[in-house]
Nanobody, 123 residues
Framework: VQLQASGGGLVQAGGSLRLSCAAS????????TGWFRQAPGKEREFVAA????????DYVNSVKGRFTISRDNAKNTVSLQMNRLKPEDTAVYYC?????????????????WGQGTQVTVSS
């Protein structure tokens, strides 16, 4: 599976961005998809994930109530709507396809990664 992340950019604190992850094809149908982020000097961090059917989601505590993950399997896309952005959300964001149908948060559980898109939130 080839994943392509897009939608990053520069935004002021309090603003919004919508990230999209397009897959060449969801040949690993039935498995979860997640978003991770990595800030300079920090480890890659789980942000959000959604199951194949879109019915179950999970978020890191710091983004709950601000970010929403969704998917459209007909269009082979997974999106991350980010509202009320904060400077601490600044990072490179990656989408990834999981090895599992259930949501997990460890990067090692995800075996296909997009190239990343930069999100910068100014104060």
């Amino acid at each position: 599976v080839q994943l392509q992340a897009s939608g990053g950019g520069l935004v002021q604190a309090g603003g919004s961005l919508r990230l999209s992850c397009a897959a060449s094809e969801w040949t690993v149908s039935g498995f979860a998809t997640g978003w991770f982020r990595q800030a300079p000097g920090k480890e890659r961090e789980f942000v959000a994930a959604v199951t194949w059917n879109g019915l179950n989601t999970d978020y890191v505590n710091s983004v709950k109530g601000r970010f929403t993950i969704s998917r459209d399997n007909a269009k082979n896309t997974v999106s991350l709507q980010m509202n009320r952005l904060k400077p601490e959300d600044t990072a490179v964001y990656y989408c990834a396809a999981s090895r599992y149908s259930l949501i997990t948060t460890a990067p090692s559980d995800y075996n296909s990664w997009g190239q990343g898109t930069q999100v910068t939130v100014s104060s």
